[in-house]
Protein backbone atom coordinates (compact mmCIF):
# COMPACT_ATOMS: atom_id res chain seq x y z
CA UNK A 1 0.00 0.00 0.00
CA UNK A 2 2.79 2.35 0.83
CA UNK A 3 4.44 1.20 -2.37
CA UNK A 4 1.36 1.95 -4.21
CA UNK A 5 1.05 5.56 -2.34
CA UNK A 6 4.23 6.11 -3.20
CA UNK A 7 4.47 5.70 -6.79
CA UNK A 8 0.86 7.49 -7.13
CA UNK A 9 2.67 10.63 -5.25
CA UNK A 10 5.36 10.92 -7.40
CA UNK A 11 3.03 10.63 -10.62
CA UNK A 12 0.88 13.62 -9.09
CA UNK A 13 4.18 15.21 -8.22
CA UNK A 14 5.80 14.99 -11.58
CA UNK A 15 2.11 16.30 -13.38
CA UNK A 16 2.15 19.29 -10.89
CA UNK A 17 5.60 20.11 -12.23
CA UNK A 18 4.86 19.89 -15.54
CA UNK A 19 1.80 21.94 -14.90
CA UNK A 20 3.81 24.64 -12.87
CA UNK A 21 6.86 24.31 -15.51
CA UNK A 22 4.09 24.76 -18.59
CA UNK A 23 2.15 27.87 -16.30
CA UNK A 24 5.65 29.74 -15.61
CA UNK A 25 6.42 28.84 -19.54
CA UNK A 26 3.19 30.06 -20.34
CA UNK A 27 4.17 32.65 -18.14
CA UNK A 28 7.25 33.85 -19.22
CA UNK A 29 6.30 33.96 -22.78
CA UNK A 30 3.19 36.12 -21.69
CA UNK A 31 5.58 38.44 -19.83
CA UNK A 32 8.04 38.21 -22.80
CA UNK A 33 5.74 38.97 -25.56
CA UNK A 34 4.16 41.80 -23.22
CA UNK A 35 7.22 43.57 -22.74
CA UNK A 36 7.88 43.12 -26.22
CA UNK A 37 5.14 44.85 -27.47
CA UNK A 38 5.10 47.84 -24.73
CA UNK A 39 9.05 48.27 -25.77
CA UNK A 40 7.74 48.26 -29.68
CA UNK A 41 4.93 50.67 -28.55
CA UNK A 42 7.38 52.81 -26.15
CA UNK A 43 9.82 53.01 -29.01
CA UNK A 44 6.86 54.68 -30.95
CA UNK A 45 5.87 57.42 -28.53
CA UNK A 46 9.21 57.20 -26.94
CA UNK A 47 11.26 60.68 -27.62
CA UNK A 48 14.94 58.07 -28.56
CA UNK A 49 12.54 57.57 -31.72
CA UNK A 50 12.50 61.21 -32.66
CA UNK A 51 16.61 62.05 -32.26
CA UNK A 52 17.56 63.12 -35.26
CA UNK A 53 19.62 61.46 -38.02
CA UNK A 54 23.16 62.51 -37.98
CA UNK A 55 25.06 62.93 -41.25
CA UNK A 56 28.97 63.57 -41.22
CA UNK A 57 29.80 66.14 -43.40
CA UNK A 58 33.52 67.19 -44.44
CA UNK A 59 33.70 70.96 -46.05
CA UNK A 60 36.44 72.39 -47.48
CA UNK A 61 35.39 75.42 -46.52
CA UNK A 62 35.02 76.89 -43.89
CA UNK A 63 35.50 77.59 -39.77
CA UNK A 64 35.01 74.78 -37.08
CA UNK A 65 31.23 75.49 -35.38
CA UNK A 66 28.41 73.45 -34.65
CA UNK A 67 25.31 72.97 -35.75
CA UNK A 68 23.27 74.21 -33.22
CA UNK A 69 22.12 78.13 -34.21
CA UNK A 70 18.52 78.99 -34.56
CA UNK A 71 18.78 78.52 -38.17
CA UNK A 72 20.00 74.90 -37.75
CA UNK A 73 18.01 73.73 -35.71
CA UNK A 74 15.19 75.15 -37.52
CA UNK A 75 16.53 72.93 -40.30
CA UNK A 76 16.56 69.88 -37.83
CA UNK A 77 12.83 70.63 -36.63
CA UNK A 78 12.06 70.07 -40.60
CA UNK A 79 14.08 67.29 -42.00
CA UNK A 80 14.89 65.92 -38.72
CA UNK A 81 18.81 65.69 -40.02
CA UNK A 82 21.76 66.97 -37.67
CA UNK A 83 24.73 67.65 -39.06
CA UNK A 84 28.14 66.90 -37.85
CA UNK A 85 30.26 69.29 -39.66
CA UNK A 86 34.56 68.85 -40.25
CA UNK A 87 36.82 70.93 -41.65
CA UNK A 88 39.84 70.89 -42.86
CA UNK A 89 42.33 71.43 -40.14
CA UNK A 90 44.63 75.02 -40.88
CA UNK A 91 43.30 74.73 -44.06
CA UNK A 92 45.11 71.22 -44.68
CA UNK A 93 45.17 70.30 -48.04
CA UNK A 94 45.88 66.93 -47.79
CA UNK A 95 42.10 65.87 -46.26
CA UNK A 96 40.67 64.42 -49.16
CA UNK A 97 44.04 62.25 -50.45
CA UNK A 98 43.94 60.81 -46.64
CA UNK A 99 40.37 60.40 -46.89
CA UNK A 100 41.11 58.19 -50.06
CA UNK A 101 43.81 56.20 -48.13
CA UNK A 102 42.26 55.59 -44.62
CA UNK A 103 38.40 54.85 -47.29
CA UNK A 104 36.60 56.28 -44.35
CA UNK A 105 34.32 58.78 -46.00
CA UNK A 106 31.40 60.79 -43.92
CA UNK A 107 28.24 60.69 -45.36
CA UNK A 108 28.41 63.90 -47.23
CA UNK A 109 31.51 65.88 -48.79
CA UNK A 110 32.69 69.28 -50.20
CA UNK A 111 35.80 68.71 -51.49
CA UNK A 112 36.41 71.70 -54.04
CA UNK A 113 38.92 70.89 -56.83
CA UNK A 114 39.56 67.44 -55.41
CA UNK A 115 35.93 65.92 -56.56
CA UNK A 116 37.76 64.20 -59.42
CA UNK A 117 40.29 62.63 -57.14
CA UNK A 118 37.09 60.76 -54.88
CA UNK A 119 35.34 60.23 -58.35
CA UNK A 120 38.20 57.87 -59.35
CA UNK A 121 38.72 56.17 -55.90
CA UNK A 122 35.24 55.75 -56.21
CA UNK A 123 34.25 57.77 -53.38
CA UNK A 124 31.32 59.30 -54.11
CA UNK A 125 27.97 57.78 -56.30
CA UNK A 126 26.44 59.03 -58.95
CA UNK A 127 23.13 60.84 -58.23
CA UNK A 128 21.27 60.60 -61.60
CA UNK A 129 18.79 58.12 -60.56
CA UNK A 130 18.18 59.98 -57.21
CA UNK A 131 17.66 62.84 -59.08
CA UNK A 132 15.13 61.84 -61.42
CA UNK A 133 13.33 59.34 -58.82
CA UNK A 134 13.12 61.85 -55.75
CA UNK A 135 14.78 65.16 -56.70
CA UNK A 136 11.97 67.34 -57.59
CA UNK A 137 12.94 70.10 -55.71
CA UNK A 138 16.76 70.22 -57.45
CA UNK A 139 15.20 69.46 -60.99
CA UNK A 140 12.91 72.54 -60.66
CA UNK A 141 16.19 74.85 -58.95
CA UNK A 142 18.32 73.79 -62.07
CA UNK A 143 15.86 73.34 -64.99
CA UNK A 144 17.91 73.77 -67.86
CA UNK A 145 20.95 73.97 -66.24
CA UNK A 146 20.77 70.29 -64.97
CA UNK A 147 23.76 69.45 -68.00
CA UNK A 148 26.17 71.55 -66.09
CA UNK A 149 26.40 69.49 -63.09
CA UNK A 150 27.42 66.78 -65.44
CA UNK A 151 31.21 65.70 -64.67
CA UNK A 152 32.73 65.23 -67.90
CA UNK A 153 32.30 64.00 -72.04
CA UNK A 154 33.53 60.86 -70.74
CA UNK A 155 32.04 60.12 -68.03
CA UNK A 156 28.46 62.61 -68.12
CA UNK A 157 27.40 61.38 -64.85
CA UNK A 158 26.55 63.60 -62.05
CA UNK A 159 28.09 63.18 -58.74
CA UNK A 160 27.67 67.04 -57.05
CA UNK A 161 25.16 69.81 -56.25
CA UNK A 162 25.39 72.68 -54.45
CA UNK A 163 28.01 75.34 -54.46
CA UNK A 164 26.85 78.28 -56.53
CA UNK A 165 23.67 79.81 -57.51
CA UNK A 166 21.32 78.98 -60.68
CA UNK A 167 20.16 82.70 -60.92
CA UNK A 168 22.62 85.29 -60.28
CA UNK A 169 22.03 89.34 -60.37
CA UNK A 170 25.58 91.43 -60.38
CA UNK A 171 24.86 94.13 -57.90
CA UNK A 172 28.52 93.60 -56.34
CA UNK A 173 31.89 93.17 -57.64
CA UNK A 174 34.72 91.45 -55.27
CA UNK A 175 38.49 90.95 -55.83
CA UNK A 176 39.39 93.79 -58.08
CA UNK A 177 41.63 96.85 -56.67
CA UNK A 178 39.63 98.89 -53.60
CA UNK A 179 41.19 101.80 -52.35
CA UNK A 180 40.19 103.85 -49.21
CA UNK A 181 37.29 105.97 -49.43
CA UNK A 182 39.30 108.83 -47.97
CA UNK A 183 41.79 109.12 -50.25
CA UNK A 184 39.13 109.75 -52.88
CA UNK A 185 37.61 112.59 -50.54
CA UNK A 186 40.89 114.14 -50.25
CA UNK A 187 41.76 113.74 -53.26
CA UNK A 188 38.90 115.20 -55.22
CA UNK A 189 37.18 112.59 -56.41
CA UNK A 190 39.30 111.43 -59.32
CA UNK A 191 38.55 109.20 -62.18
CA UNK A 192 40.53 105.84 -61.64
CA UNK A 193 40.56 103.21 -64.27
CA UNK A 194 43.69 102.55 -64.98
CA UNK A 195 46.90 101.24 -62.72
CA UNK A 196 48.93 104.52 -63.75
CA UNK A 197 45.68 106.44 -62.47
CA UNK A 198 45.50 104.31 -59.15
CA UNK A 199 49.58 104.76 -58.20
CA UNK A 200 49.45 108.13 -58.43
CA UNK A 201 46.20 108.47 -55.96
CA UNK A 202 47.95 106.45 -53.55
CA UNK A 203 51.06 107.81 -54.00
CA UNK A 204 49.47 111.53 -53.76
CA UNK A 205 47.97 110.45 -50.38
CA UNK A 206 50.55 108.85 -49.02
CA UNK A 207 52.55 111.63 -48.89
CA UNK A 208 50.04 113.98 -47.46
CA UNK A 209 49.63 111.64 -44.56
CA UNK A 210 52.51 109.45 -43.62
CA UNK A 211 51.16 107.96 -40.69
CA UNK A 212 47.47 107.59 -39.80
CA UNK A 213 46.52 107.25 -36.04
CA UNK A 214 50.22 107.06 -35.25
CA UNK A 215 51.81 104.47 -37.48
CA UNK A 216 53.17 104.39 -40.55
CA UNK A 217 50.55 104.50 -43.72
CA UNK A 218 50.74 101.68 -45.84
CA UNK A 219 49.75 102.51 -49.28
CA UNK A 220 49.49 99.01 -50.87
CA UNK A 221 48.98 95.62 -48.76
CA UNK A 222 48.85 92.31 -50.36
CA UNK A 223 48.00 88.53 -48.62
CA UNK A 224 50.73 86.41 -50.54
CA UNK A 225 52.14 83.91 -47.73
CA UNK A 226 49.62 81.21 -48.31
CA UNK A 227 46.99 80.10 -50.65
CA UNK A 228 45.17 83.46 -50.43
CA UNK A 229 48.75 84.03 -52.87
CA UNK A 230 46.16 83.62 -55.77
CA UNK A 231 43.49 86.02 -54.92
CA UNK A 232 45.84 89.03 -53.90
CA UNK A 233 48.31 88.49 -56.17
CA UNK A 234 47.67 86.22 -59.29
CA UNK A 235 44.30 86.93 -59.82
CA UNK A 236 44.04 90.74 -59.52
CA UNK A 237 46.94 90.41 -62.10
CA UNK A 238 43.86 89.11 -64.84
CA UNK A 239 41.54 91.25 -63.90
CA UNK A 240 43.96 94.25 -64.33
CA UNK A 241 44.54 92.53 -68.14
CA UNK A 242 40.61 92.38 -68.42
CA UNK A 243 40.05 88.68 -67.95
CA UNK A 244 37.58 87.03 -66.10
CA UNK A 245 38.45 84.76 -63.62
CA UNK A 246 39.19 81.41 -64.87
CA UNK A 247 42.17 80.19 -62.14
CA UNK A 248 45.38 79.86 -63.55
CA UNK A 249 44.24 80.13 -67.00
CA UNK A 250 43.31 82.39 -70.10
CA UNK A 251 40.47 81.47 -72.29
CA UNK A 252 39.16 82.43 -75.40
CA UNK A 253 35.24 82.00 -75.34
CA UNK A 254 34.29 81.96 -78.34
CA UNK A 255 37.33 79.06 -79.77
CA UNK A 256 37.73 77.59 -76.54
CA UNK A 257 41.44 78.26 -76.66
CA UNK A 258 43.15 78.15 -73.35
CA UNK A 259 46.56 78.79 -72.47
CA UNK A 260 48.32 79.18 -68.48
CA UNK A 261 48.03 82.49 -68.05
CA UNK A 262 51.14 83.20 -67.05
CA UNK A 263 52.65 83.05 -70.35
CA UNK A 264 50.34 85.74 -71.51
CA UNK A 265 52.81 89.14 -72.11
CA UNK A 266 49.83 91.43 -69.65
CA UNK A 267 50.97 89.29 -66.86
CA UNK A 268 54.66 90.19 -67.83
CA UNK A 269 53.36 93.95 -67.72
CA UNK A 270 51.43 93.89 -64.35
CA UNK A 271 54.14 92.30 -62.39
CA UNK A 272 56.62 94.45 -63.72
CA UNK A 273 54.50 97.24 -62.59
CA UNK A 274 54.20 95.82 -59.03
CA UNK A 275 58.48 95.71 -58.71
CA UNK A 276 58.41 99.21 -59.29
CA UNK A 277 55.75 99.50 -56.47
CA UNK A 278 57.91 97.53 -54.38
CA UNK A 279 61.37 99.68 -55.52
CA UNK A 280 59.63 102.85 -54.81
CA UNK A 281 58.33 102.05 -51.47
CA UNK A 282 54.52 101.79 -52.03
CA UNK A 283 54.11 97.67 -51.31
CA UNK A 284 54.33 96.61 -47.93
CA UNK A 285 57.11 95.00 -47.38
CA UNK A 286 55.23 91.99 -46.02
CA UNK A 287 53.19 91.45 -48.17
CA UNK A 288 54.43 88.04 -49.24
CA UNK A 289 55.48 87.15 -45.21
CA UNK A 290 52.51 88.12 -42.71
CA UNK A 291 49.83 85.77 -41.72
CA UNK A 292 46.45 86.07 -41.99
CA UNK A 293 45.86 87.34 -38.93
CA UNK A 294 48.30 90.09 -39.56
CA UNK A 295 47.19 91.19 -42.56
CA UNK A 296 43.52 91.74 -41.36
CA UNK A 297 44.74 93.67 -37.99
CA UNK A 298 46.75 95.91 -40.41
CA UNK A 299 43.64 96.27 -42.22
CA UNK A 300 41.24 96.86 -39.62
CA UNK A 301 43.78 99.53 -37.86
CA UNK A 302 42.85 101.75 -41.09
CA UNK A 303 46.32 102.36 -42.03
CA UNK A 304 46.51 100.82 -45.24
CA UNK A 305 45.21 102.73 -48.61
CA UNK A 306 44.73 100.38 -50.58
CA UNK A 307 44.31 96.51 -51.66
CA UNK A 308 43.64 93.79 -54.31
CA UNK A 309 41.20 91.70 -52.55
CA UNK A 310 37.57 89.49 -52.56
CA UNK A 311 35.42 90.84 -50.20
CA UNK A 312 34.81 87.74 -48.14
CA UNK A 313 38.33 87.44 -47.46
CA UNK A 314 38.54 90.90 -45.72
CA UNK A 315 34.78 90.65 -44.16
CA UNK A 316 36.34 90.98 -40.29
CA UNK A 317 38.13 93.74 -41.23
CA UNK A 318 35.59 95.79 -43.04
CA UNK A 319 32.94 94.88 -39.90
CA UNK A 320 35.99 96.04 -37.13
CA UNK A 321 36.65 99.73 -39.59
CA UNK A 322 32.91 100.93 -39.04
CA UNK A 323 32.22 99.07 -35.46
CA UNK A 324 35.25 101.80 -34.49
CA UNK A 325 34.11 104.51 -35.99
CA UNK A 326 36.33 104.63 -39.25
CA UNK A 327 34.11 104.47 -41.89
CA UNK A 328 36.32 106.54 -43.96
CA UNK A 329 38.88 104.13 -43.83
CA UNK A 330 36.06 101.52 -45.65
CA UNK A 331 37.05 100.52 -49.30
CA UNK A 332 35.37 101.11 -52.60
CA UNK A 333 35.93 98.81 -55.36
CA UNK A 334 38.15 100.06 -58.79
CA UNK A 335 37.61 99.39 -62.37
CA UNK A 336 41.21 99.47 -62.28
CA UNK A 337 42.89 97.97 -65.45
CA UNK A 338 46.58 98.16 -67.40
CA UNK A 339 45.14 100.65 -69.99
CA UNK A 340 42.06 102.52 -71.41
CA UNK A 341 42.18 99.57 -74.23
CA UNK A 342 41.46 96.72 -71.00
CA UNK A 343 38.10 96.26 -69.64
CA UNK A 344 36.82 94.89 -66.43
CA UNK A 345 35.67 91.97 -66.15
CA UNK A 346 33.91 92.49 -62.31
CA UNK A 347 30.74 91.93 -63.38
CA UNK A 348 31.33 88.81 -65.63
CA UNK A 349 28.23 86.20 -65.90
CA UNK A 350 30.00 83.24 -65.60
CA UNK A 351 26.16 81.49 -65.90
CA UNK A 352 25.63 78.74 -63.42
CA UNK A 353 29.58 77.05 -62.43
CA UNK A 354 29.01 73.55 -62.19
CA UNK A 355 31.68 71.47 -61.70
CA UNK A 356 32.11 71.73 -57.60
CA UNK A 357 29.67 70.36 -55.18
CA UNK A 358 28.40 68.23 -52.31
CA UNK A 359 28.65 64.49 -52.67
CA UNK A 360 27.49 61.72 -51.31
CA UNK A 361 29.76 58.94 -49.90
CA UNK A 362 29.96 55.49 -51.21
CA UNK A 363 30.19 53.90 -48.15
CA UNK A 364 27.16 56.09 -46.46
CA UNK A 365 24.89 53.82 -44.46
CA UNK A 366 22.33 57.30 -45.08
CA UNK A 367 22.88 57.74 -48.70
CA UNK A 368 18.78 58.27 -49.48
CA UNK A 369 18.12 60.26 -46.18
CA UNK A 370 21.66 62.44 -47.62
CA UNK A 371 20.09 62.54 -51.08
CA UNK A 372 16.82 63.57 -49.43
CA UNK A 373 18.87 66.06 -47.07
CA UNK A 374 19.92 67.85 -50.40
CA UNK A 375 16.68 68.20 -52.52
CA UNK A 376 14.86 69.52 -49.35
CA UNK A 377 17.84 72.42 -49.01
CA UNK A 378 16.89 73.09 -53.07
CA UNK A 379 13.54 73.66 -51.96
CA UNK A 380 11.60 77.09 -51.61
CA UNK A 381 11.35 76.67 -47.32
CA UNK A 382 14.67 76.05 -46.84
CA UNK A 383 15.83 78.86 -49.11
CA UNK A 384 14.04 81.31 -47.55
CA UNK A 385 15.07 79.71 -44.15
CA UNK A 386 18.66 79.79 -44.94
CA UNK A 387 18.79 83.27 -46.13
CA UNK A 388 16.45 85.21 -44.00
CA UNK A 389 16.17 83.47 -41.29
CA UNK A 390 12.97 82.51 -38.72
CA UNK A 391 10.19 84.98 -39.40
CA UNK A 392 9.75 86.73 -36.06
CA UNK A 393 13.55 86.24 -34.72
CA UNK A 394 15.37 87.52 -38.11
CA UNK A 395 12.52 88.77 -40.37
CA UNK A 396 8.62 89.72 -40.34
CA UNK A 397 6.23 90.27 -42.71
CA UNK A 398 5.12 93.80 -43.70
CA UNK A 399 2.36 94.23 -45.82
CA UNK A 400 2.93 90.54 -47.15
CA UNK A 401 6.65 91.26 -47.61
CA UNK A 402 9.53 89.84 -46.03
CA UNK A 403 11.27 92.78 -44.05
CA UNK A 404 14.63 92.03 -41.95
CA UNK A 405 14.52 92.94 -38.52
CA UNK A 406 16.38 96.39 -37.89
CA UNK A 407 18.69 94.85 -35.24
CA UNK A 408 19.24 91.98 -38.09
CA UNK A 409 20.16 94.23 -40.34
CA UNK A 410 22.40 96.33 -38.69
CA UNK A 411 24.49 93.36 -37.10
CA UNK A 412 24.53 91.72 -40.65
CA UNK A 413 26.43 94.93 -41.85
CA UNK A 414 28.76 94.72 -38.61
CA UNK A 415 29.17 92.00 -36.71
CA UNK A 416 31.29 89.75 -38.19
CA UNK A 417 29.78 86.80 -36.28
CA UNK A 418 26.37 87.35 -37.42
CA UNK A 419 25.78 84.34 -39.49
CA UNK A 420 27.66 82.09 -37.20
CA UNK A 421 25.57 82.80 -34.18
CA UNK A 422 22.20 83.28 -36.16
CA UNK A 423 23.26 80.30 -38.99
CA UNK A 424 21.56 83.39 -41.13
CA UNK A 425 22.98 83.11 -44.35
CA UNK A 426 25.70 80.43 -43.13
CA UNK A 427 24.31 77.67 -44.96
CA UNK A 428 23.53 79.14 -48.50
CA UNK A 429 26.87 77.76 -49.48
CA UNK A 430 27.95 75.07 -50.48
CA UNK A 431 24.62 73.50 -50.36
CA UNK A 432 22.41 73.97 -53.43
CA UNK A 433 21.20 77.68 -53.62
CA UNK A 434 18.33 79.59 -56.30
CA UNK A 435 20.84 82.63 -56.26
CA UNK A 436 20.63 86.04 -55.62
CA UNK A 437 18.77 86.93 -59.10
CA UNK A 438 15.78 84.46 -57.61
CA UNK A 439 12.52 84.89 -56.74
CA UNK A 440 9.81 83.02 -54.69
CA UNK A 441 6.89 81.63 -55.66
CA UNK A 442 5.50 85.13 -54.45
CA UNK A 443 7.94 87.02 -56.42
CA UNK A 444 9.84 88.18 -53.34
CA UNK A 445 13.75 87.98 -53.99
CA UNK A 446 15.20 84.75 -52.46
CA UNK A 447 17.84 86.42 -50.73
CA UNK A 448 17.55 89.59 -48.58
CA UNK A 449 20.20 91.54 -50.72
CA UNK A 450 18.70 92.96 -53.53
CA UNK A 451 20.66 95.91 -55.18
CA UNK A 452 18.40 98.90 -53.37
CA UNK A 453 19.32 97.13 -49.50
CA UNK A 454 22.84 97.11 -51.00
CA UNK A 455 22.92 100.18 -51.51
CA UNK A 456 20.83 100.95 -48.01
CA UNK A 457 23.38 99.12 -46.52
CA UNK A 458 26.18 101.45 -47.36
CA UNK A 459 28.05 103.07 -44.20
CA UNK A 460 27.39 107.02 -44.47
CA UNK A 461 31.13 107.42 -46.30
CA UNK A 462 30.12 105.12 -48.83
CA UNK A 463 26.77 106.91 -49.63
CA UNK A 464 28.87 110.12 -49.50
CA UNK A 465 31.05 109.38 -52.25
CA UNK A 466 28.92 107.49 -54.52
CA UNK A 467 26.76 110.45 -55.07
CA UNK A 468 29.98 112.67 -55.44
CA UNK A 469 30.57 110.65 -58.26
CA UNK A 470 26.61 110.72 -59.44
CA UNK A 471 26.16 107.31 -58.73
CA UNK A 472 23.66 104.85 -56.68
CA UNK A 473 25.93 101.76 -56.88
CA UNK A 474 29.71 100.58 -57.22
CA UNK A 475 28.57 98.77 -59.84
CA UNK A 476 28.10 101.82 -62.10
CA UNK A 477 31.82 102.19 -62.37
CA UNK A 478 32.40 99.00 -63.95
CA UNK A 479 31.29 97.73 -67.40
CA UNK A 480 27.63 96.44 -67.39
CA UNK A 481 27.32 92.04 -66.88
CA UNK A 482 24.99 92.68 -70.56
CA UNK A 483 28.15 94.22 -72.06
CA UNK A 484 30.44 91.42 -71.23
CA UNK A 485 27.65 88.87 -72.09
CA UNK A 486 27.63 85.26 -70.30
CA UNK A 487 30.37 82.95 -70.17
CA UNK A 488 30.14 79.68 -72.93
CA UNK A 489 32.22 77.71 -70.87
CA UNK A 490 31.74 78.61 -67.08
CA UNK A 491 34.98 79.19 -65.73
CA UNK A 492 38.16 77.00 -65.74
CA UNK A 493 38.22 77.52 -62.18
CA UNK A 494 35.44 74.95 -61.66
CA UNK A 495 36.62 72.25 -64.16
CA UNK A 496 37.46 68.59 -62.33
CA UNK A 497 41.01 68.42 -63.54
CA UNK A 498 41.50 64.22 -62.97
CA UNK A 499 43.85 62.28 -59.77
CA UNK A 500 47.45 61.91 -61.47
CA UNK A 501 46.95 63.11 -64.87
CA UNK A 502 49.24 64.84 -66.90
CA UNK A 503 47.22 67.78 -67.04
CA UNK A 504 47.58 68.21 -63.04
CA UNK A 505 50.91 67.59 -63.05
CA UNK A 506 52.51 70.20 -64.99
CA UNK A 507 49.96 72.55 -63.81
CA UNK A 508 51.13 71.55 -60.08
CA UNK A 509 54.42 72.12 -60.73
CA UNK A 510 53.74 75.24 -63.19
CA UNK A 511 51.56 76.68 -60.02
CA UNK A 512 54.43 76.25 -57.69
CA UNK A 513 57.21 77.39 -60.02
CA UNK A 514 55.00 81.02 -60.60
CA UNK A 515 54.36 81.38 -57.07
CA UNK A 516 57.77 81.56 -56.16
CA UNK A 517 59.41 82.81 -59.20
CA UNK A 518 57.06 85.78 -59.45
CA UNK A 519 57.06 86.61 -55.58
CA UNK A 520 61.43 86.55 -56.11
CA UNK A 521 61.31 88.85 -59.46
CA UNK A 522 58.28 91.70 -57.77
CA UNK A 523 60.68 92.09 -54.23
CA UNK A 524 63.89 91.98 -56.87
CA UNK A 525 65.73 94.82 -58.28
CA UNK A 526 63.96 96.20 -61.23
CA UNK A 527 67.19 96.02 -63.13
CA UNK A 528 67.08 92.07 -62.66
CA UNK A 529 63.06 91.70 -63.68
CA UNK A 530 62.93 91.16 -67.73
CA UNK A 531 66.01 88.43 -67.05
CA UNK A 532 64.56 86.87 -63.72
CA UNK A 533 60.65 86.61 -66.01
CA UNK A 534 62.11 85.27 -69.10
CA UNK A 535 64.10 82.68 -67.08
CA UNK A 536 60.82 82.23 -65.61
CA UNK A 537 59.42 81.62 -68.76
CA UNK A 538 62.10 79.09 -70.09
CA UNK A 539 61.47 76.84 -66.71
CA UNK A 540 57.98 76.77 -67.81
CA UNK A 541 58.72 76.01 -71.12
CA UNK A 542 60.80 72.97 -70.05
CA UNK A 543 57.90 71.16 -67.76
CA UNK A 544 55.99 70.97 -70.83
CA UNK A 545 53.31 74.02 -70.44
CA UNK A 546 52.38 74.04 -74.32
CA UNK A 547 51.02 70.39 -73.34
CA UNK A 548 49.09 71.36 -70.26
CA UNK A 549 47.35 74.09 -72.73
CA UNK A 550 46.66 71.45 -75.03
CA UNK A 551 45.14 69.39 -72.89
CA UNK A 552 43.45 72.30 -71.07
CA UNK A 553 41.97 73.45 -73.92
CA UNK A 554 40.54 69.81 -74.91
CA UNK A 555 38.82 70.05 -71.89
CA UNK A 556 37.36 73.45 -72.12
CA UNK A 557 35.65 72.22 -75.76
CA UNK A 558 34.55 69.14 -73.79
CA UNK A 559 32.70 71.23 -71.47
CA UNK A 560 31.25 73.34 -74.16
CA UNK A 561 30.31 70.11 -75.86
CA UNK A 562 28.77 69.30 -72.80
CA UNK A 563 27.08 72.11 -71.93
CA UNK A 564 25.92 72.56 -76.06
CA UNK A 565 27.90 76.18 -76.29
CA UNK A 566 29.99 75.37 -78.63
Request: charged share 25%; net charge negative; glycine share 8%.
Amino acid sequence: MKRKLSILSLSLLFMFAALFLAACSDDSDTNTSSEDEGATEGNEGDSSSDEPLTLTFFSADGEEKAFDDPVAQKITEETGVKLEIDYPVGGNDEAIPLMIASGDYPDLIYAKGDIGKLIEAGGVIKLDDLIEEKGENLKAMYGDQLDRLRNSREDPSIYTVGTYGVENAYWQTSGTFQIQLDVLRELGYPEINTLEDFEEAITKYYKMYPEIDGQKTIPLSLLGSDWRWLITVGNPAGFAAGLPDDGQWAVNDETGETKYKFLLPEFKEYFKWLNGMNAKGLLDPESFTHTYDTYISKLSSGRVLSIADQDWNIGDADAALVADGKEWRTYAPLPVTLGEEYKSQGLKDYGFAGGWGIAISSTSEHQEEAFEFLDWMASEEAQILVNWGIEGENYDIVDGKRVMQEDDRERMNTDSDYAKETGVGYYVYPFPQWGNGAVDSSGQPITPNSEQQIIDNFNKAEKEVVAEYGMENWTEWFPPTEELGISNHGTVANYTIESGSELEIIQQKADDLTEQRITQAVLGDPADFDAAWDSMIEELEAMNIDKANELMTQKTLDVMELWGTK
